[in-house]
């Protein structure tokens, strides 16, 4: 999942994982695979939108199950948060 470099380089800096924090503005569309660039070109043409990626596909095994591959092609089980998220500072 696609995370701006400066994004990164501050929850490294607190110790926490973006995943987890609170975060407005965010859209997570789950479509068709055999419509799914059609929505992401439709997507990228709002201004908006135009950083919007495919990020992932459902898949038949271990349903319920949402896994994340990392730079180095380790699966990540993601987990739903336990906890409190970071609190929005406006």
Do not use: W
């Not at 419509?35 to 919007?52: F, G, Q, S, Y």
């Not at 990626?53 to 092609?73: F, L, P, R, T, W």
């Amino acid at each position: 999942m696609p995370v701006k470099k400066e994004v990164a380089e501050f929850f490294d800096l607190i110790g926490l994982d973006p995943l987890y924090a609170a975060n407005e503005g965010r859209l997570l569309c789950i479509a068709d695979k055999n419509i799914a660039d059609l929505v992401l070109d439709a997507m990228h043409k709002n201004k908006e939108c135009r950083e919007a990626v495919i990020i992932g596909e459902v898949i038949d095994e271990h349903k319920g199950i949402v896994y994340m591959q990392n730079s180095y092609g380790a699966l990540k089980i993601i987990r739903t948060s336990q906890g409190e998220v970071l609190p929005r500072i406006c």
